[in-house]
């Protein structure tokens, strides 16, 4: 069973920069699109950053300037570089990945990580 792991949230003061890192748990055969989102209490999970397997990327505008989104090709990692962090950066930040698990002539399936959470700090 693919998970996708997440690492790298945490807690961090206000213009801070925090680095999250999103990995398939198995060895997989390939990756297409990957995004991050995130959550605020309460609130519906918010598309905040795309990257497909061209390596377009495209923005929420709330962070657009601020975030950074790559890839690993090698690793089949997606990073999300998060620099000049606000307070109402603070929730919980999950990833989802379009994976192939063994070949080419395989479908893609989404998998999601269990979300890591960030928090700002004024």
């Known amino acids: 069973q693919v998970q996708l792991v997440e690492s790298g949230g945490g807690l961090v003061q206000a213009g801070g920069s925090l680095r999250l890192s999103c990995v398939p748990s198995v060895s997989i055969f390939s990756v297409s699109t990957m995004q991050w989102y995130r959550q605020f209490p309460g609130k519906q999970r918010d598309l905040i950053a795309t990257i497909d397997s061209r390596g377009t990327r495209t923005y929420a505008d709330s962070v657009r300037g601020r975030f950074t989104i790559s890839i690993d090709n090698a690793k089949n990692t997606v990073h999300l570089q998060m620099n000049n962090l606000k307070s109402e950066d603070t929730a919980v930040y999950y990833c989802?990945?379009?994976?192939?698990?063994?070949?080419?002539?395989?479908?893609?399936?989404?998998?999601w990580g269990q979300g890591t959470q960030v928090t700002v700090s004024t």
């Open positions: 989802n990945a379009d994976v192939q698990v063994r070949a080419a002539s395989d479908n893609y399936f989404r998998y």
